[in-house]
Every structure is written in structure tokens, then in C-alpha cells.
């Protein structure tokens, strides 16, 4: 099994330019997994972890409801924020500058075969770096991503993650929020919820953070708790 991984931050790309990246090297992948079923070869599969950020813009899963977005296109305009709709899981969500986004492009048969396992992965990740900084964060029941109080009326919600996996192969990821302009997440309900606050860490320490420093804490504990060989 190949655990070593590219590590590559984009900066701050357009969504689209950024789902189109993700699909090629998806789709190659795939390519070198079908070719080794069918010449019986093991040609290892790379994994990418990704790191970017995006101008505004508002994503919807395959199963969402478009009714979750509060804004028409004159408002989207005026927010100059973007809409697509995609192809990951889960509902609608908002990506922006101040937001930590995680693309990580894995061959799963390189780590472990377990969807349910890697998305608690990624969230214990996030927890982790959380915990970095002096916030107690945790799961919240019957949801996926990272949330804070959520035992609680002041249940808040913090990082989403949404992905696509086909043959083992992951795409899309995670949307951590650490300086986050959280006015956005007023124009959308979050990920069909409407009755639960959206944070960030900016808000809860009352302070911005430097992103790279938070950028090198969140990379470190997933590659420790994927096994990953980061390069």
C-alpha cells in the first residue's frame, strides 16, 4: 500500500477551477486502478492532500435542496458570491476566504476501506487542531462534521465535510472555518439546518488567527492519523 501523499496548498482558487483540478486527478486514479484490475499489474495510486481557499461561493450536494439557498442571482451578485451545484454528498454549504478547504484525492485501499472511518478521520483532525488552540470540540449525533457544545442548546457548528467516493477513491472533503466571514452562512441554511449557529475560530477566540500556522497543525495531525508519508 502506497501511504506517501503530495501535500499541495493552491492558495486561493475559483471553485470551479478547483473541482476541475480535483476531477482530473479523481479520474486518473481511477484510470491506474481499472488498469491494474485488468493487466493484473500494481501500478501504486498517488494520494494528494489539498489545501485551498475560495473567493465566495455556495455549493450544493447531489441530495440537497436548492430551496436552502436565501438568495437569487441578483443577490448572489451583490454578494458577489457564485452557486454550483456538485456532485459530493451532503446539502448546501458556503465556501470563503478565512476558510481552511481540504481536498484530500486518496486511494482508500492505500489506508483503510471504510467511508464511515474516514469521514470520523477527518473530523478528529479538526478536533484535534481545535484543541491546539484551547477549543473543546466534538461530534454532534446523527451529523456529520465538527461542532462545538453540541451537547447542548449552544450546539455550534464550525467545519463541514461533504465527499465522493467511487472504488475507494475520495474527493471534495472539508470547509474548516478559522477567520471566516460568518455573514455568509446568513444567506444559506447550513447543510438543512436551520436551527443551529455556524462559528469559527476567529469568533471564539475573538481574535484572527494566522492561517498558515493553522494550516501546518491541521496537516500534521491528519497525515499522523492517516499513517500518511507526506511529501
Not at 33 to 49: A, G, I
Not at 66 to 76: H, I, K, R, S, V
Request: aromatic content about 12%; charged content about 30%.
Amino acid at each position: 500500500m502506497n501511504k506517501k501523499t503530495h501535500f499541495v496548498d493552491w492558495g486561493s482558487v475559483d471553485y470551479k477551477e478547483a473541482w476541475e483540478r480535483q476531477e482530473k486527478i479523481f479520474a486518473e486514479t481511477l484510470v491506474i486502478k481499472q488498469n491494474n484490475r485488468t493487466n493484473n499489474t500494481e501500478v501504486p495510486t498517488p494520494n494528494y492532500l489539498i489545501f485551498t481557499e475560495h473567493p465566495h461561493v455556495y455549493t450544493l450536494g447531489k441530495s440537497g435542496h436548492e430551496e436552502y439557498l436565501l438568495l437569487d442571482e441578483a443577490g448572489l451578485k451583490e454578494k458577489d458570491a457564485k452557486f454550483y451545484k456538485i456532485n459530493r454528498g451532503g446539502d448546501i454549504t458556503y465556501h470563503g476566504p478565512g476558510q481552511i478547504v481540504g481536498y484530500p484525492i486518496l486511494d482508500l485501499d492505500n489506508f483503510f476501506t471504510d467511508i464511515h472511518l474516514y469521514l470520523r478521520t477527518l473530523e478528529e483532525a479538526i478536533i484535534l487542531t481545535l484543541s491546539d488552540y484551547g477549543i473543546i470540540a466534538g461530534r454532534y449525533e446523527g451529523y456529520t462534521g465538527v461542532w462545538l457544545d453540541a451537547d447542548n442548546e449552544k450546539a455550534r457548528k464550525i467545519c463541514a465535510l461533504g465527499v465522493r467516493a467511487s472504488r475507494w477513491v475520495t474527493m471534495h472533503g472539508f470547509a474548516f472555518n478559522v477567520n471566516a466571514d460568518l455573514n455568509y452562512f446568513g444567506h444559506i441554511i447550513p447543510c438543512g439546518i436551520d436551527d443551529k449557529d455556524v462559528t469559527s475560530m476567529e469568533r471564539e477566540l475573538g481574535r484572527k488567527l494566522d492561517l498558515e500556522e493553522v494550516k501546518m497543525k491541521l496537516k500534521n495531525h491528519i497525515a499522523d492519523l492517516m499513517k500518511m508519508e507526506l511529501y
